[in-house]
């Protein structure tokens, strides 16, 4: 059954909050271990694309599910709109500059990745809500 446009948006936005929660508890997590452990740059540098990347694939899997519809497009959109976000909180808050082409580049790889997300769940057999016996 095909779904509606509402019921796409809806899983873009539960799958969207779903990435940004998921985000600021690892940013949290990160945050503490550099000021704990003294982590390197280089290692917050990987925590950083790590944290994306969980980030991205749980949004994907709230939006799209196993066995849903428009994975591809959905996963795309849902990445982008992460990586846009990020972006645009970072700017606001004060980050530091960063490169146009960078930016670009990530969003690009991260919108390739939850493209590719979604199109494997979509793909994926549905799982059916098992029924319960009664003796």
């Given at each position: 059954m095909a779904k509606s446009r509402v019921q796409v948006l809806a899983g873009?936005?539960?799958?969207?909050?779903?990435?940004?929660?998921?985000?600021?508890?690892?940013?949290?997590?990160?945050?503490?271990?550099?000021?704990?452990?003294?982590?390197s740059d280089g290692l917050l540098t990987a925590l950083n694309q790590l944290m994306k990347l969980a980030a991205i694939l749980l949004g994907v899997r709230l939006a799209v599910g196993r066995g849903g519809e428009r994975g591809f497009l959905t996963g795309m959109a849902l990445a982008m709109l992460y990586m846009i976000l990020g972006y645009l909180g970072y700017a606001l808050l004060g980050g530091g500059a960063f490169s146009a082409a960078d930016m670009l580049g990530e969003i690009l790889i991260g919108a390739a990745i939850g493209a590719a997300a979604g199109a494997v769940l979509a793909n994926l057999p549905a799982r059916g809500?098992?029924?319960?016996?009664?003796?």
């Open positions: 873009l936005a539960k799958g969207l909050l779903a990435a940004i929660a998921l985000t600021l508890v690892l940013m949290a997590a990160v945050a503490a271990a550099a000021v704990f452990l003294n982590v809500r098992r029924k319960i016996r009664t003796a």
